[in-house]
Each structure stands twice: as C-alpha cells, then as structure tokens.
C-alpha cells in the first residue's frame, strides 16, 4: 500500500478540535517541524499534545502553543519556553509534568496494548501524592491539581518495596520525523530523534511521518527498520532544502579572540 502523500496541510487535515496529539522528537530534534507548521495553519484547537516538551519560540509545538491551540501539555520538561510558563501561570494551560522514562513508558506500553503498568519512579513525591499544580487561575492561585495515584507494594529484589501505577497513552493522532521511510511506511530513525518517535507512532491510532529521504519498498533492509509499516498511515517525503532545517535548541560558543598580525591570540 502506497502511503506516500505531497502536501503537510493534506496529513494534519484529519486533526480536529479536542484530539489528543502526539509529537515525536527530543528537545527540536527529531521534530516533525514540517507537519507541526502545517498544523499551527491549520486551525483546529482545545489540544491535549504529549511531547518531549513544547519547544522554544518559533519552533514546534510552541507554534500550536503561540496560537493558542493547545489545552493541555503531557510533557517531561518545560524549562526553555517562556511563552508556555505565562500561559500556565495565568491558566492558559494546564501542563500534566511526567517523569521522562514514565512518559516514555505510557507510549511503549499504549503502542503494546497494556492499559497500565507500575513503576518505582516517583514513589513518595507529588507525582505518586498528588498536589502537582495542573492548571492556574488568572491571578495564580491553583486551580487544578493532580490527583494522587494508586499504589502497591510488590516483592522486588527480596524486599517488599512500594510502585506507583502509571496509565497508558493512546492519543488520536501522532506526527512524527524519520530519518529515511519507504512507501509502505518503514521508518528508519537517526541519534536522538529514536527517543520519542517511534514510540508516539506506536500509541496513536493514525500516524503521519514525515520522511528526509524516501526509498521504494524492499530498499530497506528488514533488521534495519526501526518502527514497522503497520503503525504508519501516511509518509510525507521533505525536499532537500526541509530535510537540513533543523533547529538548535540552546546554542553555546566561546568568544572569537582577536588576533595579532603575528596569528597570536590578542589578550
């Protein structure tokens, strides 16, 4: 089955008002940017988007954020978008903060048809407790908080040791990036876009890629493939100059010394 489709705008069309969204990438690598522009274009909103994070202005989920489309975040980290910290301090948002291995986990085990699954990772904090500010009213106070989670204790390693039950995601749809896809929609992903790609694909029930370079069916090698065809609905191939537009999350240099006529570093 030929997956392949031309235009972003066509792959984000079945997104609508109220949809849970699943946006693969780590930081704004591995971003599904082309599809996430199209998006921020396309209108709908009263999003709940599971991400990474929300990326930083101008870039990825901020551009659905600065347009207001967003309703709820499931995120892991929310440190590099000022925008995204007055919309949640005003109650413009709600933000639902998720251990990076546990949300990592709610997709896995989404995509794996397990409802929920326990893990040691918050145990005795306000993610277990509950009291984590979800949503703010406009004068800051709090106007959501989360609710404690269910415990138990388990035998593990010959002691009888406490976990706490995390649910699984299932989002309505999820955009993602790969590095080189073929037709049928095998994916191959590169570095650090392997992280939350694969796994979004996996949890949502319609999946669009955007591919960098695409490969007719059988070019790939089978022990190559990193997600199966069968979690993909449509490949969305980029053209050469969308496949190097990559951002940079935090960029950090040293100075440039000037230098003398002699080539020596001026103090």
Not at 143 to 170: I, M, N, Q
Not at 183 to 204: Q, S, W
Not at 213 to 220: A, D, K, Q, T
């Amino acid at each position: 089955m030929d997956k392949v489709i031309t235009s972003a705008d066509e792959a984000v069309a079945r997104v609508s008002d109220g949809m849970m969204l699943a946006s693969g990438g780590f930081g704004v690598c591995g971003i599904p940017a082309q599809l996430l522009r199209a998006l921020a274009r396309h209108g709908c909103g009263d999003l709940t988007v599971v991400s990474n994070n929300c990326g930083v202005p101008g870039v990825g989920n901020s551009l659905l954020l600065e347009n207001h489309r967003i309703r709820r975040l499931i995120a892991s980290y929310v440190g590099e978008n000022k925008e995204l910290t007055r919309q949640y301090l005003t109650g413009e948002v709600e933000i639902e903060l998720t251990p990076q291995g546990t949300l990592a986990e709610r997709l896995r085990a989404g995509g794996a048809g397990i409802p929920a699954f326990y893990t040691r990772t918050g145990v005795g904090t306000q993610v277990a407790l509950g009291g984590l500010p979800v949503r703010y009213t406009s004068d800051g106070a709090v106007a959501v908080a989360s609710a404690p989670k269910t415990t138990e204790t388990f035998a593990w390693d010959g002691e009888e040791r406490l976990f706490v039950r995390e649910e699984a995601l299932r989002p309505d749809v999820a955009l993602v990036r790969a590095w080189k896809g073929d037709r049928h929609g095998n994916l191959v992903f590169r570095k650090a876009a392997r992280n939350f790609n694969p796994l979004c694909a996996m949890a949502a029930r319609w999946t669009a890629a955007e591919v960098e370079h695409l490969v007719e069916p059988g070019e790939i090698d089978p022990d190559e493939v990193h997600l199966p065809g069968i979690y993909v609905d449509r490949v969305l191939p980029l053209t050469a100059e969308q496949a190097v537009d990559k951002g940079v999350e935090r960029r950090t240099t040293q100075p440039r010394h000037a230098t003398t006529a002699h080539g020596e570093g001026a103090l």
